[in-house]
């Protein structure tokens, strides 16, 4: 059986190689070295260890399988063990996701046990290793085929304020900022209101996906800092 453990030793061996988001990485190539996405460089990995696909599309061929975060939530949800996020963060292998606003995408990332991930992060950091706290996540899991071992005591997860379209809406003096930010570099997010809704949930994506970072439409510490606002706002 795989183990957790295993997972990051593949994931590791591509640390450094490119992102392109919307890329099909085909799951049965185990010489892939990319260009990934995240859900792609975790649906690859998976494949790899144990011959399963999961979080990708129902197409059964996987040189063909799309993966993507909202698949990722599916199976979740169907087969997999989720768990909690402070659990994940001691849990080498085990996945931390954050699920995809309604047609945009979220993240998707391994946890190494130890407080760090390996990732496929964005078009301007590649497959790198990161950390998993100051960051929004939804849910841990564990995957069915895949023996885990924790590590460690269950540490608290630090609180992390995240801008983004939620029902209903967050509003507010800190939402005015980012849209006058997200205005005053070109990227127009509608009226000046306080409002995030959808119109500045796309232009944060369309400054992500100009600016190289994880494209999910939010506004967290990177995103804000990127359009020169202190944070915490």
């Known amino acids: 059986m795989a183990t957790g453990n295993s997972l990051l030793t593949i994931a590791a061996k591509h640390i450094g190689e490119k ?9 049965s190539n185990p010489d892939w070295k990319g260009p990934w996405d995240c859900a792609e460089f975790c649906s690859w990995v998976v494949y790899q260890a144990t011959g399963k696909l999961y979080g ?49 995408i979220g ?6 046990g130890e407080g760090g991930t390996i990732e496929a992060h964005s078009t301007r950091r590649g497959v790198i290793r990161s950390t998993v706290q100051e960051r929004r996540w939804d ?67 369309a400054f992500q996906i100009t600016k190289g970072l994880t494209p999910d439409g939010e506004v967290g510490p990177k995103t804000a800092r990127t359009l020169n606002l202190e944070w915490p706002l």
């Not at 992102?19 to 799951?27: D, F, M, T």
């Not at 993240?107 to 190494?112: E, L």
């Not at 980012?178 to 005053?184: F, G, V």
């Open 19 to 27: 992102y392109r988001l919307g890329v099909i990485a085909p799951k």
């Open 56 to 104: 990708c599309s129902t197409n059964s061929d996987p040189a063909l399988a799309d993966a993507y975060t909202g698949f990722w939530a599916r199976d979740a949800n169907a087969v997999g063990n989720k768990i909690e996020v402070a659990k994940a963060f001691i849990t080498p292998g085990a996945v931390l996701l954050r699920v995809p606003a309604p047609n945009l």
């Open 107 to 112: 993240h998707i990332v391994f946890s190494d």
């Open 139 to 205: 849910m841990g899991i564990l995957l069915p085929w895949v023996q885990y071992t924790e590590h460690g005591v269950i540490m608290p997860v630090k609180p992390v304020v995240v801008y983004r379209l939620m029902d209903p809406h967050m509003k507010g003096e800190e939402v005015k900022a980012i849209q006058r930010a997200l205005r005053d570099a070109g990227y127009a997010p509608g009226k000046i209101d306080g409002d995030f809704g959808p119109k500045t949930t796309a232009a944060a994506y």
